[in-house]
């Protein structure tokens, strides 16, 4: 997967990428993740990218026009150059864009998968007020958010994107059942997990662990998780109390 990042604070991400999962998957080219700074497609000679909002108001809005020619620039380069950014065939492949916004799709689990099977996406971090209508409208083909609160910038949810996303692909985790057993992965929350000391200041780990049935270990998982999403996120619960293992 490729993933472009159009923002006016590219600083903020170099210590997430080069961190953990996220830094194993790039090395192991799993996914490119490439960061750049919108101000590059400013034709201000002070390099601005936003101005007053029309109708008068408070604060500042992101301009179109960096957006655009920035994507338009992504998409010249990957036809000049073929590889990324381009199917089996000779059409290029556009990528998917997502504009970071509160008013946005909220960010799940599902919505997650989804996004992890495309092969591009370029991921737009608003600034201020906001971004002009026309980004939204025109340019993006999905807005999302990851909570019903407002960030000062784009760039957060956009790490917590990538990350999501990049999990999710072949070859990043250690385990690929890993991702599979995630909370929200089958619309219920993780079981418990212990490890060792076996007991910690009076505090035992269930003895099903140590039976060695696998059968009765998945059921035991299974009810736990039930219960627990049931009891903390109820909303959840309805879709997977019939399922079965």
């Known amino acids: 997967m490729r993933m472009d990042v159009l923002t006016i604070f590219p600083k903020m991400f170099p210590p997430v990428l080069g961190t953990s999962i996220l830094k194993r998957a790039i090395a192991k080219k ?47 380069q990957a036809e000049g150059r073929g590889g990324r950014g381009h199917s089996e065939g000779s059409s290029p492949v556009r990528p998917h864009v997502v504009l970071l916004s509160p008013q946005g799709e909220k960010l799940t689990q599902s919505r997650v998968e989804r996004l992890a099977i495309l092969p591009w996406l370029v991921l737009l971090c608003g600034h201020y007020e906001g971004v002009d209508e026309r980004v939204r409208q025109h340019l993006a083909d999905s807005e999302i958010s990851i909570g019903d609160y407002v960030l000062t910038c784009g760039e957060l949810p956009a790490m917590v994107l990538i990350d999501s996303v990049v999990r999710l692909l072949p070859g990043a985790l250690g385990h690929k059942q890993s991702a599979q057993e995630d909370s929200f992965s089958a619309n219920l929350l993780e079981y418990p997990h212990y490890t060792r000391p076996r007991e910690y200041r009076g505090l035992r780990v269930p003895e099903i662990l140590f039976t060695g049935d696998s059968a009765a270990i998945r059921r035991w998982r299974k009810l736990q998780a039930l219960h627990r999403t049931k009891s903390r996120r109820p909303e959840l619960f309805h879709g997977s109390e019939n399922k079965g293992d």
């Open 30 to 76: 799993v996914v490119s993740v490439k960061v750049h700074d919108l101000r590059d497609w400013s034709t201000d000679r002070h390099r601005k990218v936003d101005d007053r909002p029309y109708g008068g108001g408070p604060g500042m809005v992101m301009r179109p026009e960096p957006f655009f020619e920035a994507v338009d620039d992504l998409l010249k």
